[in-house]
């Protein structure tokens, strides 16, 4: 990833380790149950302490939906085709499935991304489409089965199958 795209390029060691506790209590609890309070006591520090690295808890989402980005975007290259892009793109989302959905479902803030990192992330749909609707279309696909996966809304079965079934739909 390019050094400019990196939503903690210029964090400082107090930032990132504020980061790194959200992502741990993310991941526990799910967004709407992380609190400043609760996230500073995590690093045991006081809570107005947090609001000298981060304005506000949407401030902190803005970097941590930017790491997601991030991540997922690194996590997706080299792309080698279509079937191995699917198989990465699951396996983000079941290593870190609160961080996913804060990153994939809602409304997405560009304007506190870095510029350049949502186009990057995605580009590797484009690249194994060819076509902009097409990546699109790829992308929606996997992304619903990657939450109805982690919510546990499949049947029980064969659910490698059905994303095989996708990857062979756009191969």
Do not use: C
């Not at 500073?40 to 930017?66: M, Q």
């Not at 506190?112 to 749909?125: I, N, V």
């Not at 489409?129 to 089965?145: E, F, I, K, N, R």
């Amino acid at each position: 990833m390019p050094d400019e795209l990196d939503p903690l390029r210029a964090a400082t060691p107090r930032a990132r380790q504020i980061v790194a506790a959200a992502r741990v209590l993310l991941e526990r609890d799910g967004w709407d149950r992380v609190t400043m309070r609760d996230l500073a006591e995590e690093i045991g520090i006081r809570a107005p302490s947090l609001y000298k690295h981060f304005a506000n808890k949407d401030a902190l989402k803005a970097v941590l939906v930017g790491v997601a980005l991030a991540e997922s975007g690194a996590a997706l290259r080299p792309v080698t085709g279509v079937a191995e892009l699917i198989r990465d793109y699951r396996s983000v989302a079941r290593a870190t499935p609160n961080l996913y959905r804060l990153a994939t479902v809602g409304p997405l803030d560009r304007g506190a991304l870095p510029d350049g990192l949502e186009e990057w992330s995605g580009a590797p749909f484009f690249e194994v489409t060819g076509d902009p609707h097409a990546a699109q279309a790829l992308w929606a696909a996997a992304h619903g089965m990657a939450i109805l996966e982690i919510d546990g809304r499949f049947p029980a079965g064969e659910l490698d199958r059905t994303w095989a079934e996708l990857a062979a739909k756009f191969a």
